[in-house]
């Protein structure tokens, strides 16, 4: 195929309706690359038929690229798109998983086979993932014993306090990460999230005893008597409450 002939497929891919594009799809199939058939799905009048054409192609489906636009297609019947799924990299399931037009199904599928491969991935990729995953990723994330890698999961902006809560309250978060969170600008300043850090037995006193004065009456009355804090947290909380009394 002339130059000339393929950017005239190209345009007749993207602009043809549905009819018109299967017919095209039967005439060109063999003839077509990455960028033509990249056209062809964005095209409106998409259809399932034209999916399924595509992916009885071996040539076509064997491309990366094509894998991963037709598993975030919404014509590609939902089969067909979750076994793509489990083909993709990292960073194209924590796309596709982000991605609104894609189907709830296959944005699910995306997020446990990325939680899934979490264990294996090493820091730097943990750290990006945290920044931009769903519910389930910051669920299997927030156990992660690596302080920079909470540090990323603070900024991801699907983060909720509740989904923040267990880890600043667990006592088996390590010291590090429970500091890391007391001095998030966004996280730190939340009286539930400052309240679960005083009374977190692992939290080191030098990042609980800037907080105390910031605690109601009632919370430091319960980190006074907590024997499991550290001494100089407790008799601060005392001496708070006898100020205030």
């Given at each position: ?83 793509m ?49 769903g ?49 998030d ?9 400052r ?28 980190v ?9 947290v ?12």
């Open positions: 195929m002339s130059e000339e002939d393929s950017g005239s497929l190209l345009v007749k891919l993207r602009e043809a309706e549905s009819g018109e594009l299967e017919r095209l799809l039967q005439e060109h199939l063999e003839e077509l690359d990455v960028p033509a058939v990249r056209q062809l799905l964005r095209n409106p009048f998409m259809t399932t038929k034209v999916a399924e054409m595509l992916i009885g192609d071996s040539r076509l489906l064997g491309n990366y690229e094509i894998r991963r636009d037709l598993a975030a297609h919404p014509k590609t019947p939902k089969v067909n798109a979750l076994r799924v489990s083909t993709l990299y990292w960073r194209d399931l924590v796309k596709l998983a982000r991605e609104i037009r894609t189907p709830p199904a296959i944005r699910r599928a995306a997020e446990l086979q990325l939680v899934s491969r979490l264990p294996g991935l090493g820091a730097g990729e943990k750290r990006s993932i945290a920044r931009q995953g519910p389930g990723v910051i669920a299997q994330l927030r156990r992660d014993p690596d302080p920079m890698v909470i540090e990323a999961l603070l900024e991801n902006p699907r983060l909720t306090e509740g989904s923040l809560l267990p880890l600043v309250s667990s006592e088996t978060t390590k010291p590090e990460v429970l500091t890391v969170v007391a001095r600008k966004r996280w730190g300043i939340r009286y539930p999230v309240q679960a850090l005083c009374k977190n037995p692992r939290t080191p006193a030098v990042t609980t005893l800037p907080l105390l004065p910031m605690l109601k009456k009632i919370d430091l009355a319960a006074a008597r907590d024997r499991r804090i550290p001494a100089p407790r008799k601060r909380a005392e001496l708070l409450l006898g100020r205030n009394r």
